[in-house]
């Protein structure tokens, strides 16, 4: 049974950083591509990152680019999501992903 836990939400103000990680069990992680989605109020669920097994291919949705990394520690059971330069608009609950799977979600307000 495949758990996605995801931690480090907050209320940071615009500017600012966060740092997500998500711990997975029940699955054997090292060979699994992961991924970050969010979803606001109202809005449909995005993919706005993801990581291949080895680490080596990420992908970004335009909005995040250049602002949030994700990164994997395959030892660890963990994919994170480092976000800076925060702006109101990336207000939403973060979900980590994999395949058909997805997390609980823990909640990021940037205030302006």
């Known amino acids: 049974q495949v758990q996605l836990v995801e931690s480090g939400g907050g209320l940071v103000q615009a500017g600012g950083s966060l740092r997500l990680s998500c711990v997975a069990s029940?699955?054997?992680?090292?060979?699994?591509?992961m991924g970050w989605g969010r979803q606001a109020p109202g809005m449909q669920r995005e993919l706005v990152a993801s990581?291949?097994?080895?680490?080596?291919?990420?992908y970004y949705k335009d909005s995040v680019k250049g602002r949030f990394t994700i990164s994997r520690d395959n030892g660890k059971n963990t994919v994170y999501l480092h976000m800076n330069s925060l702006k109101p608009e990336d207000t939403a609950v973060y979900y980590c992903?994999?395949?058909?799977?997805w997390g609980q979600g823990t909640q990021v307000t940037v205030s302006s």
């Open positions: 029940g699955i054997i992680f090292g060979v699994t591509g």
């Open positions: 992903n994999m395949g058909s799977d």
């Open positions: 990581i291949s097994s080895s680490g080596d291919s990420t």
